[in-house]
């Protein structure tokens, strides 16, 4: 079973932070020990196909940021096996200081463009997924008119449904019979006028 990280959130404010965890390798080898950790600068290389020399200096700078950390510092052996620090990374969603906030906005990029790649490699093999499958999978928009307090509050409520999940991640006794994983993905934005060349969303 996956070890469940000491923490529920790591919250990053440091831009240096921001800037290093913007790096694609260092995302997936954090989600990769959320997911399938502890595990070995070795068994990452396998994961990911980066040399374990690559994995061991990427390892090291999210150590330093505290995204992850040895499993078993004191332990025997040449080569220790990491783990992730927590569940989940957040970071500002605004923030006054120029450096955080220019490094917030790389970090969301970098997340953007890892999670349509990833979109995109599930499309392509849906056609594979058992036709329930198929069917319970959502693609969707909506344009919504929100004051920023509802839409704070709309965020709250569907983190509140989708926490309802949450433990069956480090809990596999916890999942009914046909669970696999899902990514599930709810982002929401102000939309760019049509004068900005936005000519709206495929509303379903």
Known sequence: M????????????????????AHPTRMTLVGLLRQEGPFTATRAAELTGESVASCS??????AKYGLV????????????????????????????????ASAAEALNAAVAENQFHRMMRALETR???PEEWQRAERHSDAMLYLTPEELVALG?????????YADRGYHP????EGARRVA?????YVAPDARDGDPGGEQE
């Open 2 to 21: 996956t070890e469940q990280p000491w923490q529920h959130q790591v919250h990053l404010t440091d831009p240096r932070a921001l800037r290093a965890y």
């Open 57 to 62: 200096y990427h390892l090291r700078i999210l």
């Open 69 to 100: 950390e040895e499993a078993d510092p004191g332990g025997a052996g040449r080569e220790k096996p990491w783990r992730a620090t927590a569940a989940y990374t957040d970071w500002p969603n605004y923030s006054p200081d120029p450096a955080v």
């Open 127 to 129: 056609h594979t997924l």
């Open 156 to 164: 709250e409520r569907l983190d509140a449904m989708v926490a309802e």
């Open 173 to 176: 006794e916890l999942r009914p």
């Open 184 to 188: 599930y993905l709810h982002v929401a």
